[in-house]
């Protein structure tokens, strides 16, 4: 009976360890994601096309929240490598999904300005006569304030990653994997095994992707090394996972053993709760208006603020020194003390641990601007400069140093605060010292001895004076 209890305790203690593996695994790559898509199921239903579906639904989305959309009467700019940028979709792919959307007159295209370029305009009453007409609604005019009824027409929406596109080998394997990859974090979550069942039925349900576009993508993710598959039961069903460690690696463009290091220290017994970091649902429409950016953070608008050293001190009282894992002995203020790890790095104090992790990940490989790469993340976030995931914004930070364009701004402050306050706790620390190196010499037989005579010395002298005599000091 004891070894069979042994036995039992073994293999659950294992299921444990690779639970809290897989844990960690989900929280350090969820912040390399970046950026999401709302993608709409429904219109693939509408428009026959998957393709057509996402260019859709960013149009969809840029039409609700575009900078100039109220003026320019619902017209916005969109060249062919924003497009790519943001959903993933070739120039081809793009082409044939336009011309889907403009054959059913849901798509207006013109080209404005000198040089002329290409403007798009989403036809909303079209679509929402269309959206209306298949869920058996009166159609009516379409008002996109009015959240709730825009929900009811597009339906549930699934978070698309445009970067698992890029990694999969296109736009079906990036949405097949974008959808497994969330089901393996709400199992997770529940304390469940990561395979996941799932019919080429409730794929298509869930993806709107074919049989034949899921066989096509699962092949694709197999060979990069990020599907795996299994049949169980009778009659057979089908369960697949992702590979995470392989995804970490394709995510990070690192070393298989560095990204496994990293990762073991993110773990429980790290002293790092696996499931601190929580991501945005799937389901709810508003959490989807943050498409990804074409362009990395804009670091050439003016700054508003003084050049001293002394203002930035917010931003530095916000930071801290902590590295991917922190040390046990942090009872002591992270404004006071800076810990030399993680490479020397400080870290934003406002950062997740695996936000931390994530973040590592991404400035590995700029030795000699790592850390200004981190203030200048720092300093903007303190002034509400990134309204999205840090860890984008940095992204967007790490290549424009890869391309030789950053220029840090408010993070100059940040390490001149930095440095100052450095050189303030080591004049601290002298004091101390020398604090502490007079007070063991007050504490000497000869001192005592020595100020006891000086003591009585000035009482002689005090009754000299009073009684108006003069007093000489004893040779």
């Known amino acids: 009976m004891s070894r069979v209890r042994d036995r039992k305790y073994a293999v659950s203690t294992g299921e444990d360890i690779c639970a809290a593996t897989h844990n960690t695994a989900l929280a350090i790559i969820w912040p390399l994601l970046g950026r999401h898509i709302a993608f709409h199921r429904r219109l693939v239903d509408l428009t026959a096309s998957v393709k057509a579906a996402l260019l859709l639904s960013q149009t969809i989305y840029w039409t609700r929240h575009g900078r100039d959309i109220a003026t320019t009467g619902g017209w916005f700019l969109k060249t062919t490598e924003q497009w790519a940028m943001e959903t993933g979709l070739s120039v081809k792919e793009q082409t044939t999904a336009r011309a889907v959307l403009c054959d059913m007159a849901l798509l207006d295209e013109r080209r404005l300005g000198m040089p002329a370029k290409l403007h798009f305009r989403l036809c909303v009453d079209r679509l929402g006569a269309l959206l209306a007409d298949r869920i058996g609604k009166a159609s009516g005019a379409l008002d996109w304030d009015d959240g709730l009824a825009i929900a009811q027409l597009l339906g549930p929406s699934l978070a698309y990653h445009r970067t698992l596109a890029e990694i999969g080998g296109g736009v079906h394997a990036g949405l097949l994997l ?3 990859l969330h089901l393996m974090r709400l199992q997770s979550k529940r304390q469940q095994d990561d395979w996941v069942c799932r019919s080429a039925i409730q794929w298509t349900e869930e993806t709107g992707l074919t049989r034949r576009e899921q066989e096509t993508a699962r092949r694709l993710l197999r060979l990069a090394g990020l599907w795996e598959e299994t049949l169980t039961g009778i009659p057979p069903r089908l369960l697949v996972r992702i590979r995470l460690d392989g995804l970490l690696v394709r995510l990070t463009g690192g070393e298989r053993e560095r990204v ?21 649902g799937a389901t709810r429409l508003r959490e989807f208006h943050s498409p990804v950016s074409p362009k990395a953070p804009n670091q050439l608008h003016r700054i508003s603020h003084d050049s001293s050293a002394e203002n930035a001190n917010p931003y530095v009282q916000r930071s801290t020194g902590d590295s991917v894992q922190p040390l046990h002995n942090s009872h002591e203020s992270s404004n006071e003390s800076y810990l030399q790890c993680g490479g020397g790095l400080i870290f934003p104090g406002t950062l997740l641990p695996e936000e931390r992790a994530a973040a590592w990940l991404l400035i590995r490989h700029c030795a000699d601007q790592a850390q200004a790469l981190l203030d200048e993340l720092s300093a903007r976030m303190q002034t509400k400069s990134v309204r999205t995931s840090p860890i984008a914004y940095l992204r967007g930070l790490v290549r424009r140093a890869d391309a030789g364009q950053f220029v840090p701004e408010l993070g100059l402050r940040v390490a001149a605060a930095r440095q100052k306050h450095h050189e303030e706790s080591i004049l601290r620390q002298q004091r101390a010292a020398e604090a502490q190196r007079m007070a063991a ?8 001895i020595k100020a006891a005579k000086r003591r009585a010395e000035i009482r002689e002298m005090l009754e000299a004076m009073r009684a108006g005599q003069k007093w000489r000091k004893p040779s």
């Open 441 to 448: 010499e007050r504490a000497t037989p000869e001192h005592q």
């Open 260 to 280: 496994n290091r990293i990762a073991a220290s993110c773990e429980p017994d790290g002293g790092i709760p696996a499931s601190r970091f929580t991501q945005k």
């Open 178 to 180: 974008s959808r497994a």
